[in-house]
């Protein structure tokens, strides 16, 4: 028997004597049988010096049919005991924030100035090769997934399913949002899917590698929406902007970060986005229910099933018998 097998309910087993009891206490079944009208009944009592027998038995059962029953009514109790295996107690996941990623798919984030495993890639390919560890471990967020360009969508809705977050996040590629960047309006977007859950802890990380165009809402007034609605941004400029080449806006990220108490991290190879995460996970660390959940594996269909077959094959005999039996007084 294994260490970690247990019965749920073991007072259960107070009811095995419980057939034996009902045998022994209450009366048996009389059974009557037929009989046969006969005027001289008493003539032939005397004649014979027989004595007449009552018009109703007990009927006897043999040992085996007992031992079968009593057999199903121990399994059935055994069954109702709920035997089970129980593993080693686990920490219980807490979701405890809505945690919002907000990638920039513009077309600079198709140049190619980045490398994975040796080999020259496209920044998002990069961002995309190292989110997918991040995303696998923030298993206490609800994780919503947010692409911008031009404009900005929806990628994921907050979920706590995060293989879903990470296939959505490989259908993504750049231009899907459009060719220009506009931070404003990916926060404005972020704020909307914010408003619409219950999770008052919220967080938005962004990363973008370009200056925002955007005309119709600047990323410091979007930034000051969220900092009413007590929202943490931190941001992440990709690229490097020493380079001729790059149109990283540092200056903006770095006050919408400071503006909603988060922080800005500059990444400006994979090596680089890799520690920023790590840097993430310690500002954002997982959170655990301090409850304890033990798994259990339920055993009670197997006492059930014996008990079923049991009865089944005793019926079948039983029956069998009776035919057997017919047939022979034919």
Known sequence: MPDNFQFAYPLVVLLLPLPLLVYWLLPAIKNKSSALRYPYFKRAVAVTAQKPKTASYVKKRGIIPWVVMYSIWALLLVALASPELVGKPEKKIKTSRNFLIAADISFSMANTDWTIDGKRASRWDAVKDIMKDFVKE???????????????????PFTSDLNTVSTMLDEADVGMAGQMTNIGKAIVKGMDLFQRDTIPHKVMLILTDGVDSGMEILPLDAANLAKKDSTVIYTIGIGDPDNSDSDLDERTLQDISEMTNGAYFRAKDAKALQEIYKTLDTLEPIEYEEESYTPKTLLYYIPLGVALALGIIAVAINNLILIVKRFKNR
């Open 138 to 156: 923030r298993k206490s967020d609800r994780l919503g997934l947010l692409f911008f360009g031009s404009n900005a969508y929806v990628q994921a």
